[in-house]
């Protein structure tokens, strides 16, 4: 990732309403939230949402699938790792033991999946 590409979505995530909807598609992931449902779980007029939605689909934070007369929007995580790996890459030095608390910290909310011997 760019540094200006990072900047682009950190600046994006820095206002009240879009890290707020940015968070709740996370949680929504992988099947995503319509446009109008996420301006009534976010008690947002759905213009000003738009406003924001734009903002977020421009940094890459965020895409839009035609459904029908809906569009689904949905986190774009692949941009998220992008955009933490950028801000970690140089993480204590290159001392894993340094960086292995923030590692079981993020990986705590996705444990991996056991795979059973069925």
């Known amino acids: 990732m760019k540094t200006a590409d990072a900047i682009a979505a950190l600046a994006a995530l820095a206002q009240n309403t879009r890290l707020g909807t940015f968070r709740l598609l996370v949680k929504h992931e992988p099947e995503?939230?319509?446009?109008?449902?996420?301006?009534?779980?976010?008690?947002?007029?759905?213009?000003?949402?738009?406003?924001?939605?734009?903002?977020?689909?421009?940094?890459?934070?965020?895409?839009?699938?035609?459904?029908?007369?809906?569009?689904?929007?949905?986190?774009n995580l692949d941009r998220v790792r992008d955009m933490t790996l950028f801000l970690l890459k140089d993480c204590c030095g290159g001392r894993a033991s340094l960086c292995e608390p923030l590692v079981n910290e993020l990986t705590q909310c996705c444990p991996p999946n056991e795979v059973s011997d069925d």
């Open 32 to 75: 995503g939230v319509p446009a109008g449902e996420l301006a009534r779980l976010l008690d947002v007029p759905q213009n000003t949402l738009s406003a924001h939605l734009s903002i977020l689909a421009n940094a890459g934070l965020v895409v839009g699938e035609r459904r029908s007369r809906s569009i689904i929007y949905r986190a």
